[in-house]
């Protein structure tokens, strides 16, 4: 799935819809050092400000993160580069749609679980074992209680 040809289609489309452009604009303005990564993405290093708490956050193509771009780039990484790389494939669908659908997509899975990331479709579809995220995890009580007391709830009266 991961093509040279597929690469460049998210390259230019992220640049196209702006998302890459706010990725770097966010990178100038926090002094974020821009470098390149792999397969068309960029890496911004040395995020320093306390949000998000994540290691890593991707807008558009670029990928921005507390550590250096080496770090990021290393092998053993390879799996959070391809978690991160497959958000910049959402952003070439979506373009800046992406932000108001993710945060939805986060309220929903921390609604449910308690995890921003695990009933979060983007992070699923990214990978959640490969962005650091547990696999599963039971749904909250009230959800549960719901769940299960549907079917056995006596009817209300009016
Ligand atoms: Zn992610």
Redesign the pocket.
């Given at each position: 799935m991961t093509t040279p040809r597929r690469h460049l289609a998210r390259t230019v489309l992220t640049a196209a819809n702006g998302t890459t452009g706010a990725g770097l604009l966010l990178a100038l303005i926090t002094r974020t050092r821009v470098r390149r990564g792999r397969d068309g993405v960029l890496i911004a290093e040395g995020w320093r400000l306390p949000v998000p708490p994540a290691s890593c956050f991707?807008i558009g193509s670029v990928i921005i993160t507390r550590r250096s771009a080496e770090w990021l780039l290393a092998e053993e990484r390879a799996a959070l580069l391809a978690?991160?790389s497959r958000?910049a494939g959402q952003y070439a669908v979506l373009g800046p749609l992406f932000f108001p659908a993710y945060w939805v997509a986060c309220g929903w899975s921390y609604a449910t679980t308690g995890s921003w990331?695990v009933r979060n479709w983007?992070?699923r579809h990214?990978g959640l074992l490969d962005?650091g995220y547990p696999e599963e995890l039971p749904l909250r009580p009230w959800l549960r209680r719901i769940w299960s007391g549907g079917r056995n709830a006596q009817r209300l009266r009016p």
């Open positions: 991707t978690h991160e958000h990331g983007f992070e990214a962005g």
